[in-house]
């Protein structure tokens, strides 16, 4: 398939306003009804062959070749975050309390751009399928969708691409790697029971918050003691409660704490956890308390397919040259993603989003001139995928 960038070009700029209007009314995970009719109204433009009820919300647009022969996957997450915008932009969000924060707009315009130049290119063999997903945002939208039937209504769909912009990253470079390239993500939280009391009869109480600090301590060990030196995991503490600040002579009978659990190898993630479990219940018995843990796991990690990561890079050269860099540290963020590479193979890139501000903030906005960058990064797949 020979790419057309004036074509490219052409189609982007019209994907901007498709962007600025997603932007100005977001949905939040599962809800993106309005999101999708404005998607459908465009692909029944486009000619593909729709199919909705993906995760609630979700669809997949199917473009067929001239000639048979294999199908891949392309996919957009679609959702907003729970967030107040502050941009000032004229196309800022009408929705109080929700934002595109994280370049879901930018995806999404992205994508129809593909479907908009594959109405007028089908010169390739095999079929595409652009998925446009609901609920990135913390609700697995990807799990869902696939719990939706996906892989039994597409079953010869045999590999999967997908994008994200990147702040901080130069403005329409592209950046990934092979193997792990974003961390698999879970939250915690440590509920120490005990007693309780005066403050000043602390020997008559059983008090948890000398045993917190215990746990505290300990939790230290189990990166540098039961994780290797050469292998990266983090255990981090966002919060702890204890007490009331305006009553200051009683110890409090229970003392909570949580935070966060991030690993690029996913036994190594479940190990994590599971050490903190012994770590804090054994921790706490020291002191006569009591450790209730719970544990929640969430994305896996993303891991590029070694053989589809060849493809990509190819895909990224042609695109922008050297631009591209294919050997990018690790991320510590999780993404949804991870599901479809634990069912087939494919690769999950960075679109640099320039000097903007980062991702989950109120001032945060997409690039609008990396449209054609991911438009003809996209179809380069194509290209080299169904020849």
Request: negative net charge; glycine residues 10%; charged residues 20%.
């Amino acid at each position: 398939m020979m790419i057309n960038k004036n074509l490219i070009a052409g189609i982007s700029r019209e994907m901007v306003d498709y962007r600025h209007a997603i932007h100005r009314y977001p949905e939040a995970g599962f809800q993106e009804v309005r999101t999708a009719e404005l998607i459908t109204g465009v692909l029944k433009e486009s000619g593909a062959t729709i199919t909705a009820g993906f995760g609630k919300t979700g669809l997949v647009a199917s473009f067929e070749g001239m000639n048979p022969g294999r199908e891949i996957l392309l996919r957009c997450d679609m959702d907003a975050l729970l967030l107040e915008e502050d941009t000032g932009l004229p196309y800022a969000s009408e929705n109080p309390g929700i934002m595109h924060g994280c370049g879901h707009d930018g995806h999404t315009a992205i994508m129809l751009g593909v479907a908009s130049y594959l109405a007028k290119h089908r010169d390739f063999s095999g079929k595409v399928h652009l998925l446009f997903q609901p609920a990135e945002e913390g609700h697995g939208g990807a799990r869902e969708v696939m719990k939706s039937g996906l892989f039994e209504q597409f079953p010869n769909i045999d590999c999967i691409y997908g994008i994200h912009n990147w702040p901080g990253l130069e403005s329409g470079a592209i950046a990934s790697r092979p193997g792990a390239l974003m961390a698999c993500g879970g939250s915690w939280k440590v509920i120490i029971r005990g007693s309780g009391g005066h403050g000043a009869m602390p020997h008559q109480t059983t008090d948890p918050t000398i045993a917190l600090g215990a746990v505290i301590t300990s939790m230290q060990t189990i990166i540098s003691r039961n994780v290797s030196p050469v292998e990266s995991a983090v255990l981090s503490i966002a919060y702890i409660h204890a007490g009331d600040p305006k009553v200051r002579n009683i110890i409090p009978a229970d003392v909570i704490l949580g935070g966060t659990c991030r690993a690029y190898d996913n036994d190594i993630h479940s190990m994590v956890f599971k050490r903190l479990e012994e770590v804090a219940q054994k921790a706490a018995a020291v002191y006569g308390c009591e450790a209730e843990v719970e544990i929640k796991y969430g994305y896996p990690a993303v891991v590029n397919d070694l053989q589809k990561f060849k493809i990509a890079e190819e895909a990224a050269r042609l695109t922008v040259g050297d631009q591209w860099d294919g050997d990018i540290k690790p991320v510590t963020p999780s993404e949804d993603f991870s599901f479809y590479l634990n069912h087939i193979p494919g690769v999950f890139a960075f679109i640099g989003n320039g000097d903007s501000a980062p991702l989950h903030t109120p001032k945060y906005d997409f690039n609008d001139q990396i449209i054609p960058v991911g438009m003809e990064y996209f179809l380069n797949i194509i290209s080299l995928e169904l020849q």
